[in-house]
């Protein structure tokens, strides 16, 4: 997701969307809140069984023979008696085995470095925009704004096809950027974790944009000849937070088929969704979105613990697809000259705080410590039911989470985030850099930010990571993990090559 902190001088610009996100913790919704403890009630239930069972088992094994004979004995005489108790534990048995989540782990994941030559230099980006004939002056003057106070570098990558001049972005060169993203994650993946492709029982791929026939995922399958029984999803039109869904959908899936390899391919395609139009509403796009794509390997075998990163913790999907607003609020169409583009709506900045909203006060139960959910709850029920005039409690996400990983979908969402959440520089740190180094990936972004901080050390055995992310539809969706070990930086992250010069002045903006 995109979005517009910037003004035009003389320019007229058709979105007029504030820049901050609303202040949505004067407006939280009791029913958010009541269901965040729904998943956490249903949680503890579950795990309370275990106890139940283990009690019943120990207290069997210390009975002496004399007693079992008794028991025995007993129960020959009292069907009624054997019939409850046998009952009774088959139900429990059956509620614990049902309830129980099985672990998933992320095994390693891998993203998509783009190649030097695709680099894009500002100065080049609008003298091609000029020389293409379809830009005019006020639009060209748009864009140079934009680029000029994005937070982008200049390098950041656009696909081969849009660095000639006119332009080609064909089918074959749009299945040209895929293949290029899709299969050197993937290959890099595959030798990290010494994982055959014949292993891989569940293939997910999203891309919001780019759906041709046959699918990406029968791409990977033709490329890397996985088996034939291998389950494959395509997830489509879907934006920038159809990586959390991905994740969400391996998770479920992962519960059901046993003993499973999971891949995930979160990525974006750009040849044949650029815009070649007028309306500033979709030059946006052109100016944030670059070329970027992770392969993220998930896993149930126990077995995989010892050498996994990361456990899947909690996801959580929020969607507001019912409210009209929320459901044009980006919105892909053809402006009235035909020419086809993702248009951004002045609302958004809007939609997005209240999509954010109604997330955390469902996370927040999950994953705050019980003093940080006691007095959020007290200040709320101050304010709600007895009308009190006290400043809404803000909970403090610092003490639930050591590392943020927040869509690097524009400069201005980080800052509000920021801003909202009370975090620090530090905190928000990887979705700068990640923002400036390889711009707007979509639904990749957040795989970037974790990859910059096991670039920098900072990963340690215990911490949590949450990743956050928006996207058309419009949705904002969570996940969280834990590190089951600390991590070592790699040869092979993306920031290997550049870590060092990280962090950067953001203000510190090429100007031309």
């Given amino acids: 997701m995109a979005d517009t902190k910037m003004k035009s001088n003389g320019v ?210 033709n490329r890397f000849k996985l088996r034939g029984n291998i389950r494959t999803y395509n997830l489509g039109g879907m934006g920038c937070s159809a990586g959390v869904i991905s994740i969400n959908l391996a998770r479920d899936l992962l519960q059901v088929h046993r003993n499973t390899y999971a891949v995930v391919v979160s990525m974006e395609n750009i040849t044949q969704n650029w815009y070649f139009g007028n309306r500033k509403s979709m030059l946006i796009p052109n100016c944030l979105f670059r070329v970027g794509g992770a392969a993220i390997l998930l896993s149930n075998r126990a077995s995989d613990r010892r050498r996994a990163k990361y456990q899947l913790m909690q996801t959580v999907r929020t969607h507001k697809g019912a409210d009209e607003k929320a459901f044009r609020c980006v919105y892909q169409e053809q402006d009235e000259h035909g020419k086809t583009g993702v248009s951004l709506s002045k609302e958004l900045m809007s939609i997005a705080g209240d999509s954010l909203k109604t997330n955390i006060t469902t996370l927040g139960p999950l994953v705050l410590p019980v003093s940080e959910q006691l007095l959020f709850f007290f200040n709320l029920i101050a304010r709600r039911l007895f009308n009190m005039r006290v400043k809404p409690y803000i909970p403090d996400f610092k003490l639930a989470f050591e590392h943020f990983c927040i869509h690097a979908g524009g400069r201005a969402v980080i800052d509000e985030l920021e801003r909202h959440l009370l975090l620090s520089s530090k905190h928000v740190e990887a979705s700068r850099m990640t923002l400036h180094r390889f711009g707007n990936t979509s639904s990749s972004s957040i795989w970037y930010e974790l990859a910059y901080i096991e670039a920098k050390g900072r990963v340690h055995k215990g911490n949590r990571v949450w990743q956050i992310a928006f996207g058309s539809g419009f949705k904002c969706n969570s996940a969280v993990w834990q590190a089951i070990r600390s991590i070592r930086p790699s040869a092979d992250n993306p920031w290997a090559d550049c870590i060092h010069r990280y962090p950067v002045d953001i203000s510190d903006v090429v100007k031309f």
């Avoid at 009624?80 to 429990?92: D, G």
């Avoid at 390098?155 to 660095?163: D, F, G, I, V």
């Fill in 12 to 221: 007229s610009v058709e979105i007029r969307s504030t820049k901050k996100l609303p202040d949505f913790l004067q407006t939280i919704n009791l029913k958010y809140v009541k269901l965040g403890y729904h998943y956490l009630v249903t949680h503890i239930m579950t795990l309370l069984l275990l106890p139940f069972m283990v009690t019943i088992l120990v207290q069997f094994w210390q009975l002496s023979s004399e007693d079992l004979q008794s028991l025995w004995a007993n129960l020959k005489f009292n069907l009624v008696s054997v019939l409850l108790c046998t009952s009774v534990l088959v139900f429990a048995a059956t509620l614990y085995f049902m309830g129980k989540r099985r672990p998933v782990y992320l095994v390693d994941f891998a993203c998509h470095k783009p190649d030097e030559a695709l680099k894009v230099q500002f100065a080049r980006f609008i003298e091609h925009s000029r020389l293409s004939g379809y830009f005019d002056e006020s639009s060209l003057e748009f864009q140079r704004k934009i680029l000029e106070r994005s937070g982008l570098s200049e390098e950041t990558c656009l696909p081969s096809a849009l660095h000639q001049l006119p332009a080609v972005p064909s089918m074959a060169a749009a299945r040209e950027e895929a293949e290029e993203v899709m299969f050197s994650a993937l290959e890099i993946l595959f030798e990290n974790t010494r994982l055959r492709p014949k292993d891989i029982g569940i293939l997910i791929v999203n891309c919001s944009l780019f759906n041709p026939t046959p699918s990406l995922s029968a791409m990977i399958v």
